[in-house]
């Protein structure tokens, strides 16, 4: 890292943009025309939004006519989590929704169900989903539900048995979903594999903008009630003249992101720097004993509260996230560690480290140095010691 230059390690907060995404922006941007308007200029900001949409379809092995979009992930999430679906045409309502207790704050604040409609399902240790517990839910339910588990976890990483969730919530006759938002462009992400109804997805998170998202949905057949309503655009799903310089940036990362190439590397990078932290022999790992994104690592120093190193390693060039929230000037523990059982006093000293489109080998050299000189000053002793 060169003087001057920054580290950027908190790409599941979000990606730097890419630069196919930048120039298809650019392009849109210089065009005018309402892509709803029959004159040319309308058909040609149309064709952007089409062309786009068959990007983020291929990301997921979807369906381009299935694809719908929105102002982002949150605002994805908020749509499909809805008591109102029709299947066929006709009313297909969910009496209630059961979302894994790890889940990302869209889906815990549980969309359009009312709070009293909302369930949680346990997660283990490891923050995977207690399939038994779901098992039991739906039983009480009466099949009429919608299941929300996610496909990986923002701040740990882990890996969800979608697949699996979704089989036995089907079995039951539930509508299932999986917010994917963490996943996609890291892992191989199939929604016909996944056996899910819809998925949800975020553009800054592959190295589009912020402010795009989309819905997914796997038949034509299952449609959810529309949560912005008014004009026709997005076939009627998503009222609203669409964000043509957004959504065509999007569909340009979506693309450039389709084949994986750096996954492999990734992981190597990922469990280098678990062990650069994990010299000091203080170091805990969350989720480390199941599958995880490639390139996250979230983990603790036992105490060494989780600001002072995110704000020391910020002094010292390099941008990581705690794993706490922050609400109203208040830090609180993950609920995600919380849900996995995490003490309180090492929640509080959690730490995410996330890699991405424009990570590379000698970053592990400057992270390396960067993090024995914040050692050097914020730990204890006895760990400057070890």
């Known amino acids: 890292m060169a003087a001057g230059q920054r580290l950027y390690l908190d790409y599941n907060a979000t990606a730097p943009l890419r630069p196919e995404a930048r120039a298809a922006m650019a392009d849109a941007l210089a065009a005018t025309g309402n892509a709803s308007s029959v004159h040319a200029d309308g058909r040609a900001a149309h064709a952007r939004i089409e062309a786009a949409r068959e990007?983020?379809?291929?990301?997921?092995?979807?369906?381009?006519?299935?694809?719908?979009?929105?102002?982002?992930?949150?605002?994805?999430?908020?749509?499909?989590?809805?008591?109102?679906?029709?299947?066929?045409?006709?009313?297909?309502?969910?009496?209630?929704?059961l979302v894994a207790a790890s889940e990302h704050p869209s889906v815990l604040a549980g969309g359009r169900f009312a709070a009293g409609r909302v369930r949680t399902i346990p997660v283990d240790?490891?923050?995977?989903?207690?399939?038994?517990?779901?098992?039991?839910?739906?039983?009480?339910?009466?099949?009429?539900?919608?299941?929300s588990v996610m496909l990986a976890n923002n701040e740990t990483g882990a890996i969800q048995p979608v697949g699996d969730v979704a089989r036995i919530a089907r079995d039951a006759g539930a509508i299932v979903h999986t917010d994917?938002?963490?996943?996609?462009?890291?892992?191989?992400?199939?929604?016909?594999?996944?056996?899910?109804?819809?998925?949800?997805?975020?553009?800054?998170?592959?190295?589009?903008?912020?402010?795009a998202g989309a819905i997914v949905r796997a038949s034509e057949d299952l449609r959810f009630a529309p949560l912005v309503t008014g004009g026709g655009q997005e076939r009627?799903?998503?009222?609203?003249?669409?964000?043509?310089?957004?959504?065509?940036?999007?569909?340009?990362?979506?693309?450039?992101?389709a084949d994986l190439d750096l996954a492999g590397a990734w992981s190597q990078w990922r469990d280098a720097i678990a062990a650069i932290v994990g010299?000091?022999?203080?170091?805990?790992?969350?989720?480390?004993?199941?599958?995880?994104?490639?390139?996250?690592?979230?983990?603790?120093?036992?105490?060494?509260?989780?600001?002072?190193?995110?704000?020391?390693l910020d002094l010292q060039g390099v941008a990581v996230s705690s794993g706490?929230?922050?609400?109203s000037g208040k830090v609180a523990p993950s609920h995600v560690l919380a849900a996995m059982g995490v003490p309180p006093g090492l929640a509080r000293c959690a730490i995410r480290v996330s890699l991405g489109w424009d990570s590379?080998?000698?970053?592990?050299?400057?992270?390396?140095?960067?993090?024995?000189?914040?050692?050097?000053?914020?730990?204890?002793?006895?760990?400057?010691a070890a």
């Open 55 to 97: 990007d983020v379809a291929r990301l997921v092995g979807g369906d381009p006519k299935l694809v719908t979009f929105t102002s982002g992930g949150s605002e994805a999430n908020t749509t499909v989590l809805t008591p109102s679906w029709s299947l066929a045409g006709k009313p297909h309502a969910a009496d209630l929704l």
């Open 125 to 147: 240790g490891d923050g995977i989903v207690d399939r038994d517990a779901l098992r039991q839910m739906l039983a009480e339910a009466g099949g009429r539900a919608l299941v």
């Open 180 to 211: 994917a938002v963490q996943a996609a462009g890291r892992i191989a992400v199939d929604i016909a594999a996944l056996g899910v109804d819809t998925l949800t997805l975020s553009a800054h998170k592959i190295g589009g903008p912020q402010g």
């Open 236 to 257: 009627r799903l998503r009222a609203g003249t669409e964000n043509v310089a957004a959504i065509a940036g999007f569909g340009a990362a979506a693309a450039a992101v």
């Open 279 to 312: 010299a000091s022999g203080h170091a805990t790992v969350f989720s480390a004993g199941v599958d995880r994104l490639p390139q996250t690592l979230c983990f603790a120093i036992a105490a060494i509260p989780a600001e002072t190193l995110v704000i020391a």
């Open 324 to 327: 706490a929230a922050c609400s």
């Open 360 to 384: 590379a080998k000698i970053d592990l050299d400057s992270f390396a140095s960067c993090w024995r000189a914040v050692l050097s000053r914020v730990a204890p002793g006895e760990f400057r």
